[in-house]
C-alpha cells in the first residue's frame, strides 16, 4: 500500500541519515581530542578578551593561575610550549585570578583600584575599571568579572558551533562521496523495493545507540549504498549523484538524536497497523460477525 511504502522509506531514509550523522559526531569529537580544539579556542578567548595576543601579559599570568590551569607553575614556558591547556574554566575561578594578576596588597579592596590603572591595555583597563566602581564589595567585584568572562565565552562559543557545523559538512560530504551515499538514488530504490527497509525495523525502535557498533554498520550497508563503477562518468546522471551526495551531507547538520528520534516516531506509526477503513471487505465482515451478540 502508498502508505506503509512511504513509511517504509522514511525509515530507510532517516536510519540512513542518522547513522551518517553519528559516524560524523564520532569523527569530529577525536579530532577536536586529537587537536585539542575546545583547549585551543579557549585559550583563544582568555587572550582576546584581555587583549594580550602575544601571551606576554595579563592573559599570560590569568591562565598560568593555579585555579585556571592546576597543573602549570605559574611561570610556564611560551604558549606554544604549555602543554597542559584546559578545556573549560569556572567563571569563579577566572575571576579570582584576574583579582590575584592585579592587586598588590592581596585582601585589600581599595588599594585595588591602584592596581587596576596600571593595565597596560586601555580597553581592557576600562572595563575592570568599569565594574570596580560599580562593586559594592571584593565579592560583588569578582561576580561581575564572572559575568564579563561568561558573556565572551558565549560569544567565542558560538564562533566554536559555526567551525565546528562546517567540519561537520564536510566530513559528512567526504563520508557520502566514499562510500557513495545518494540520497536521490537510495529515495528511488527505497520507492521500489521497501522491502529492503524492512530488516530496520527492530532496530529503529530501539533506542538511540550512543556509539557505534557492528550491527549498525552490517544494518546500514545492507542499504542501496556503495560504489558499482568507479571513477564515475561525467554526465547529467553524475550531476545527480553529486546532488544526491550534497543532501546527505546536509542531513548530517540536524546531528544523529533528530533522525534517530524521528525514526523511532515513524516506527510507531508504522507499528499501528492499517486503518479498519482500510482492511479489505472479507476481513471487516468477519470482524462483525464475531463481535456480534450471541442469541
Not at 46 to 56: A, E, I, Q, T, Y
Not at 135 to 159: E, I, K, T, Y
Not at 168 to 177: C, D, N, P, Q, T
Request: with cysteine; proline share 8%.
Amino acid at each position: 500500500m502508498l502508505g506503509s511504502t512511504v513509511l517504509e522509506v522514511a525509515i530507510g531514509l532517516t536510519f540512513c541519515y542518522g547513522t551518517v550523522a553519528l559516524i560524523v559526531s564520532t569523527l569530529q569529537e577525536a579530532l577536536a581530542a586529537a587537536f585539542r580544539l575546545r583547549a585551543n579556542t579557549l585559550l583563544a578567548g582568555v587572550k582576546s578578551m584581555l587583549n594580550d595576543p602575544s601571551f606576554d601579559g595579563l592573559a599570560r599570568a590569568v591562565y598560568l593561575h593555579p585555579l585556571v590551569n592546576p597543573h602549570a607553575d605559574g611561570i610556564g614556558p611560551p604558549e606554544r610550549a604549555v602543554r597542559t591547556r584546559p578545556s573549560y574554566i569556572d567563571p569563579a575561578h577566572f575571576a579570582i585570578a584576574l583579582v590575584d594578576s592585579l592587586w598588590r596588597v592581596p585582601g585589600d579592596f581599595v588599594q585595588l583600584a591602584g592596581a587596576i590603572e596600571t593595565i597596560p591595555d586601555p580597553q581592557v583597563k576600562q572595563v575592570v575599571r568599569g565594574l570596580y566602581g560599580r562593586a559594592r564589595d571584593l565579592q560583588h567585584f569578582q561576580d561581575m568579572l564572572a559575568g564579563w568572562f561568561d558573556n565572551a565565552m558565549a560569544r567565542m562559543s558560538g564562533a566554536y558551533k559555526r567551525r565546528q557545523l562546517l567540519v561537520s559538512l564536510l566530513l559528512a560530504l567526504l563520508l557520502a562521496i566514499l562510500f557513495n551515499i545518494d540520497s536521490i538514488h537510495l529515495f528511488r530504490t527505497l520507492w521500489q523495493q521497501p522491502t529492503l527497509a524492512a530488516h530496520l525495523h527492530d532496530m529503529a525502535g530501539a533506542p538511540m545507540p550512543g556509539a557505534l557498533n557492528p550491527a549498525l554498520f552490517d544494518a546500514m550497508m545492507a542499504l542501496p549504498i556503495g560504489w558499482t563503477r568507479f571513477p564515475p562518468v561525467a554526465g547529467a546522471d553524475f550531476a545527480l549523484q553529486v546532488a544526491g551526495w550534497i543532501v546527505t551531507a546536509s542531513t548530517a547538520l540536524f546531528g544523529a538524536p533528530f533522525w534517530f528520534d524521528l525514526m523511532q516516531r515513524v516506527v510507531r506509526v508504522r507499528s499501528t497497523g492499517v486503518r479498519p477503513g482500510d482492511l479489505p471487505p472479507a476481513l471487516r465482515v468477519e470482524s462483525k460477525v464475531a463481535a456480534a451478540p450471541l442469541p
